[in-house]
């Protein structure tokens, strides 16, 4: 029987990144989209047609693609920013997808692997859903993910703003979600909501 693919969506600053703990706590395979876009921009290929695109501006001091600056482009409220970005997407999406497929791949011959979990931001507008058997939306109200980003990441309700314009809608993401879980609160909290959410799919601890 294969095993179970589960992918992780929320809004930003949810605390999708604890939910996923909770699940490998619990003997699932992680894989984060936000590591596979860094594998990505590594890419010689990849980091050729952005410097192609972007110019040499874009690299950082070690000679990568920085993250930082092309964020400054892609989330620049402008038509600009807006085709920037689908252009980097466009670009390092079907990298992604293919990772993610080769990590499922593995984590299905592995017997320590009792499922996968995919975090992944922009895991509805890829279309890598359509891999996933659950997808999970992470709940957590507006003013705690605010505080967690301007704590973890330094953000501002400006920042949060910008890049959840980029992504669909909240309401949307919650309504293409096949369950939900409460991450408000304290991680050991979300530890047992996902203890009993395995429990539902025939996955007890």
Same mark, same amino acid.
């Given at each position: 029987m294969a095993k179970l693919i589960v992918g992780l969506i929320g809004g930003i600053g949810g605390g999708k990144s604890t939910v996923a703990?909770?699940?490998a706590r619990h003997g699932a395979k992680v894989v984060s989209g936000d590591a596979l876009g860094h594998e990505a921009l590594r890419q010689s290929d990849i980091k050729a047609r952005l410097v192609e695109r972007w110019g040499t501006d874009v690299l950082d001091e070690a000679g990568e693609i920085s993250r930082r600056k092309v964020a400054g482009i892609v989330f620049a409220k402008t038509p600009h920013g807006r085709a920037e970005l689908k252009a980097l997407?466009? $670009?390092v999406h079907p990298y992604i997808g293919r990772r993610f497929r080769e990590e499922a791949a593995a984590a299905e011959a592995d017997p320590s692997v009792r499922l996968v979990v995919l975090d992944a931001a922009v895991l509805l507008e890829? =279309?890598?859903d359509g891999?996933?058997?659950r997808v999970v939306f992470v709940d957590a109200p507006r003013a705690v993910r605010l505080r967690r $980003?301007?704590? =973890?990441r330094g953000w501002g309700a400006k920042d949060l703003e910008d890049r959840? @314009?980029?992504q669909l809608t909240l309401a949307e993401k919650a309504a293409r979600a096949t369950d939900v879980v409460d @991450?408000? =609160?304290a991680p050991e909290e979300v530890d047992r909501r996902v203890d009993a959410l395995l429990g539902r799919w025939g996955l007890p601890s």
């Open positions: 703990a909770a699940f997407e466009t $670009l890829a =279309g890598w891999v996933c058997d $980003l301007a704590e =973890g959840e @314009n980029a @991450n408000s =609160g």
